[in-house]
């Protein structure tokens, strides 16, 4: 019960910030910094056990992931400070798959339960799976359907969901072999901020290349 309150009140304070960083560039580019250099800490925390004494692979890991988040954070920079409707859109877009395929794999895989999806992580299961694009499809149809033909609403959150979902695995494929629970441990309830976004590490280079085909 103490872990569940935990994350719910952090939960909704992480709501609170984000909504305060759509309004304040000040507290949107400090919440990002914030956010940037937590991350490449985790990321860090992680590789550095997962390749042991192999320090190469690790640096040339860390690059990659510098530059990727680099990129992350300056898109989300632009598209919530920035006057561009089409950007703001994408990535508003983009977030609200990320978020209901996390929920709707939690609420189906609590509900349905069955088979396991994977040994990477043993809590997801099939249903779940399931559920998220069921989920993620329903709420991008109802915010979004008039800016996305049918079509390219399903073929849009089928993609960024599934992006979404192999972001989550591969940071619990890297904790599993590490054997370790959590990123870290700033956010109370959930552990770190990878824990809770690492489903948009993914989604958001993929959105974005993605929307290129699109006319928004």
């Excluded at 305060?20 to 000040?26: D, H, K, Q």
Aim: hydrophobic fraction near 50%.
């Amino acid at each position: 019960m103490l872990e569940i309150n935990k994350r719910f009140f952090t939960s909704i304070l992480l709501f609170l910030i984000l909504f305060l960083c759509i309004y304040s560039p000040i507290a949107l580019t400090c919440f990002l910094v914030l956010c940037f250099y937590q991350m490449i800490f985790e990321f860090y925390f992680i590789l550095s056990k997962f390749f042991k004494q192999n320090k190469f692979n690790t640096y040339i890991s860390m690059l990659f992931i510098l530059i990727t988040l680099s990129y992350i954070i300056i898109f989300v920079w632009t598209a919530i400070s920035g006057d561009n409707h089409d950007l703001k859109l994408v990535f508003f877009l983009i977030v609200s798959i990320t978020i209901s395929t996390d929920i709707g794999g939690f609420v189906f895989g609590k509900i349905f339960k069955g088979k396991k999806l994977s040994k990477i992580s043993p809590k997801k299961t099939y249903s779940g799976m399931i559920g998220s694009y069921i989920i993620s499809f329903l709420v991008t149809y109802c915010l979004f359907r008039n800016y996305l033909n049918f079509t390219d609403l399903i073929l849009f959150t089928l993609i960024i969901s599934t992006s979404s979902q192999i972001g989550d695995l591969l940071i619990s494929y890297l904790k599993r072999n590490v054997n370790i629970k959590d990123t870290g441990n700033i956010l109370p309830g959930h552990g770190g901020l990878l824990d809770r976004f690492d489903g948009l590490i993914l989604a958001i280079p993929i959105g974005l290349i993605l929307s290129k085909f699109y006319d928004f």
